[in-house]
């Protein structure tokens, strides 16, 4: 994978408080374009809060966000907004419009942005069904009807109608069971490769890590304590990290990725 | 895009952006194309800078059109331009079109049809709530200890001290209402007193009881719905169930019985607001006297224009409270449908208030009180 030295995301000196109690105190964090950075921490240090400061849904109380150039804290709407046309975020549960069929769910943000006759509008909405790999008859569905990974799909779907060029996730895999948490893994992977994508993935799935994650970054003590390749974060010295790393899920995680691994390379081979 | 004659075919030359800010452009372009008759159609994508889903989707279109007169083929596509043209092609959107509607009179029709068949289901599954209601009644009275006091007398606090101030004023105003209309009317005739006639018959029959009830549906009634209801989507009732309770007994017994209880206290300090009102008015509007007003109530009314309201009032809140309780029982484990049964338990509560206020005009009527 090619991997421009490129900024997508920078994050300054973040501070988030809630009634007087800091989550975030001076973070920083880079998330490179064309990579996939996991996101990991113990429940309260922020990670989704980081998620919904970073796309705007959070105003924190100090500290600077530069979104693909934009500054989303400082800056003028037109900037917010000509950066949130370029992102997608899939919630966790993905936040579809339970009123709307999957296909009008995916239209909603082209018939905000753009105007396009319909069929071409449907003809989109069918190739990012395609593309999520759902069946062509989950478009005309409602969103209740779908079955959990379904719906993530469906999400995911939407986060990228508007072909984004970062994607934000949040606990993806959460609630799914195994097998489909990791075909989600490998559409997310798929797709990040097929479109050039910057993901960023706020997740306590260790196979996710150890499946699609270029970098991670470990969120604890108010800041990013450590950031970079899964290798580089076994041998960190911070207890957290290491009961995270080196707990027995852990290990089960790294056991079955280097078996897929061996897998791969075994079935190259041959 | 442009279109070259060769020898031997034609040579088309993409360049540029195709991606979603050009795609209604594009289309249009593709729509124009005039087809070239030759048996071979270069597509030359080398120049092509930037692709996005929108863009191959319209290749695809593109492909798909000139693929019927011509043997299409690519040169110099590049492999990230060429996933995402595989991601695009043989998709379905006719899939995903709702399938088409009868016209409009079967499809009337058929949804009166579809209306009545629920409006019965409903009333029979309805009239099987009430019976589990009034078994688990009956099994509590049998062991009063069963009884969940402490729920009880909190919803009697939620549903009936704290709806004081909305009824009495709501009351009040009737009254006042009441006295000042009935007295422009009865002026006409020399009748002014009559105007105590008037308030006293209207507050204590029907309208004391009538508007307490509605107020009480609309507050209590739907604030049983969306309890339960949110319960339910917390799967809070099915552990109820699986700890060997029954949510009949937990959560609607002491909400109907706390509502049979305060809706006639309601109902009575209702029909105490709405005399004050009428007394107030009269004195204004009309000089009849605070005393005289109620020396005239005692010989306008009897005790049973009284205990026609008041013996009204525990069949209304426990028609309100089972309709709110079991609406809520109703929710599925969606949010969604919290709001819309929460909104059909008012509207069904007011509903079969009316209907019982009428069976019970025609009862008080056929016995003569």
Excluded at chain 1, 68 to 94: E, K, P, T, Y
Excluded at chain 1, 228 to 248: A, C, D, M, N, R
Excluded at chain 2, 127 to 133: E, L, P, S
Excluded at chain 2, 148 to 159: A, D, G, K, N
Aim: proline share 4%; hydrophobic share 50%; aromatic share 6%.
């Amino acid at each position: 994978m090619s991997m421009t030295k490129d900024v997508a995301i920078r994050v300054r000196g973040l501070v988030n408080a809630f009634d007087g109690f800091k989550v975030h105190d001076g973070l920083d964090l880079d998330v490179m374009r064309g990579e996939v950075l996991g996101v990991v921490g113990g429940s309260g240090t922020g990670k989704s809060v980081l998620l919904r400061t970073i796309i705007g849904l959070n105003q924190p109380q100090a500290g600077s966000i530069d979104l693909l150039g934009s500054d989303m804290i400082g800056g003028d709407d037109a900037a917010r907004r000509n950066a949130r046309q370029r992102i997608g975020v899939l919630f966790q549960d993905g936040a579809l419009f339970s009123s709307l069929t999957v296909a009008q769910n995916i239209q909603v943000p082209l018939k905000e942005f753009y105007k396009l006759p319909d069929d071409l509008l449907q003809e989109i909405a069918a190739a990012k069904i395609r593309m999520v790999g759902l069946p062509d008859s989950a478009g005309g569905k409602i969103p209740s009807e779908l079955s959990g990974g379904m719906r993530k799909r469906a999400g995911l779907a939407r986060a990228l109608a508007l072909d984004p060029e970062v994607v934000f996730l949040d606990e993806p895999t959460a609630g799914l069971d195994p097998i489909g948490a990791a075909a989600f893994d490998t559409l997310v992977r798929d797709l990040q490769k097929a479109l050039g994508l910057t993901v960023f993935m706020v997740t306590h799935d260790l196979d996710s890590l150890y499946a699609i994650c270029d970098r991670i970054a470990v969120l604890a003590e108010k800041k990013v304590l450590a950031v970079g390749p899964l290798p580089s974060l076994l041998g960190h010295p911070h207890p957290w990290i290491q009961e995270y790393f080196h707990g027995p899920r852990a290990r089960a995680a790294a056991t079955t990725a280097e078996a897929a691994d061996a897998a791969g390379s075994a079935a190259k081979e041959s | 895009m442009s279109l070259q004659r060769e020898a031997g075919g034609a040579q088309l030359r993409l360049t540029g952006t195709w991606t979603l800010p050009e795609a209604a452009r594009l289309a249009r372009g593709i729509e124009a194309l005039s087809l070239p008759k030759g048996e071979r159609l270069g597509i030359e994508a080398g120049g092509l800078e930037r692709l996005d889903t929108a863009g191959a989707v319209l290749l695809n279109r593109l492909v798909g059109k000139l693929g019927k007169q011509a043997d299409v083929h690519w040169q110099n596509l590049k492999p990230e331009h060429q996933v995402l043209l595989d991601y695009v092609t043989n998709c379905n959107p006719a899939a995903a079109a709702p399938p088409p509607s009868d016209n409009g009179l079967v499809r009337f029709i058929s949804h009166l049809g579809w209306l009545a068949i629920f409006f019965l289901r409903e009333a029979r599954r309805f009239i099987a709530f009430i019976g589990r209601v009034v078994e688990a009644a009956v099994m509590t009275m049998l062991r009063p200890r069963r009884l969940r006091l402490t729920s009880t007398l909190f919803h009697m606090e939620q549903t009936g001290l704290n709806a004081l101030p909305i009824v009495g004023l709501i009351s009040f105003l009737i009254g006042v209402v009441m006295a000042y209309q009935g007295a422009d009317q009865l002026q006409q005739f020399g009748a002014e007193v009559f105007v105590v006639n008037l308030v006293a018959v209207s507050v204590l029959r029907e309208l004391g009881i009538l508007l307490t009830a509605i107020v009480v549906a609309g507050r209590s009634g739907s604030a049983f719905t969306a309890q339960i209801g949110s319960m339910k989507v917390n799967e809070e009732v099915d552990a109820i169930r699986t700890l060997g309770l029954d949510p009949i007994e937990v959560l609607v017994l002491p909400r109907v019985l706390a509502l049979m209880l305060t809706l006639p206290l309601l109902t009575f300090f209702a029909d105490i607001m709405g005399l004050l009102g009428g007394a107030l008015m009269a004195w204004v509007a009309l000089d009849i006297t605070p005393f005289l007003f109620f020396e005239r109530l005692h010989e306008a009314v009897t005790i049973w224009s009284f205990l026609v309201g008041m013996i009204k009032a525990p069949v209304f809140a426990a028609l309100i409270a089972m309709v709110g309780c079991y609406e809520g029982l109703r929710v599925k484990r969606d949010a969604e449908s919290v709001g819309r049964l929460t909104t059909r338990s008012v509207v069904q509560s007011i509903f079969l208030v009316i209907v019982a206020d009428a069976l019970f005009s025609i009862f008080f009527s056929a016995i003569g009180v």
